[in-house]
T-cell receptor, first 113, second 112 residues
Framework: GQQLNQSPQSMFIQEGEDVSMNCTSSSIFNTWLWYKQDPGEGPVLLIALYKAGELTSNGRLTAQFGITRKDSFLNISASIPSDVGIYFCAGQRYGGSQGNLIFGKGTKLSVKP | ETGVTQTPRHLVMGMTNKKSLKCEQHLGHNAMYWYKQSAKKPLELMFVYNFKEQTENNSVPSRFSPECPNSSHLFLHLHTLQPEDSALYLC???????????FGDGTRLSIL
């Protein structure tokens, strides 16, 4: 089946550091989405990207839609303890069952105060 | 508060029990989804409903039976489950099939 390769699998960082994670695919997507999941909760949408090359920010979070449409990046600047959680990328194509989201396995972020 | 409410939050059941999971969305969305989330695996899409009609069954065993009585409510009926069915079951909704999905907090299901 279709797969997204999300990396790194986990990160342990110091509070205040910047964080980068990415997703790659062998297929192109029309939309890239980034979600965060806290323990005991469902994924929450952080950023949605709709155009190749697009760079979008949400507070300290910045995500980019890769120019090849096969990858996406998420950066978190000046991390804080509440950034802890699992971050998921998801790609989507338009039309029929291709409208389904394909998820990465997640990046688990741990922040040391 | 995501606008997607799932009940119960936790469920423990034996393999011969019958139970149902409920999802309600207050967002006015037209598409609803069931996902299964297991440890160390990507989210697995189970079912898709668009305007109350099931448009996708992702090769899900018949012991899982979805029901969508209206655009705001989605159920997952469970019967004769197996231990490997223990997982977090997430409901999501979106305005249309090609728009971002919003998730509920899930039902943590444990099969004894």
């Amino acid at each position: 089946g279709q797969q997204l390769n999300q990396s790194p699998q986990s990160m342990f960082i110091q509070e205040g550091e910047d964080v980068s994670m990415n997703c790659t695919s062998s297929s192109i997507f029309n939309t890239w989405l980034w979600y965060k999941q806290d323990p005991g909760e469902g994924p929450v949408l952080l950023i949605a990207l709709y155009k190749a090359g697009e760079l979008t920010s949400n507070g300290r979070l910045t995500a980019q839609f890769g120019i090849t449409r096969k990858d996406s990046f998420l950066n978190i600047s000046a991390s804080i303890p509440s950034d802890v959680g699992i971050y998921f990328c998801a790609g989507q194509r338009y039309g029929g069952s291709q409208g389904n989201l394909i998820f990465g396995k997640g990046t688990k972020l741990s922040v040391k105060p | 508060e995501t606008g997607v409410t799932q009940t119960p939050r936790h469920l423990v059941m034996g393999m011969t029990n019958k139970k149902s999971l409920k999802c309600e969305q207050h967002l006015g969305h037209n598409a609803m989804y069931w996902y299964k989330q297991s440890a160390k695996k990507p989210l697995e899409l189970m079912f898709v409903y668009n305007f109350k009609e099931q448009t996708e069954n992702n090769s899900v065993p018949s012991r899982f039976s979805p029901e969508c009585p209206n655009s705001s409510h989605l159920f997952l009926h469970l019967h004769t489950l197996q231990p490997e069915d223990s997982a977090l079951y997430l409901c999501a909704s979106s305005p249309s099939r090609n728009q971002p999905q919003h998730f509920g907090d899930g039902t943590r299901l444990s099969i004894l």
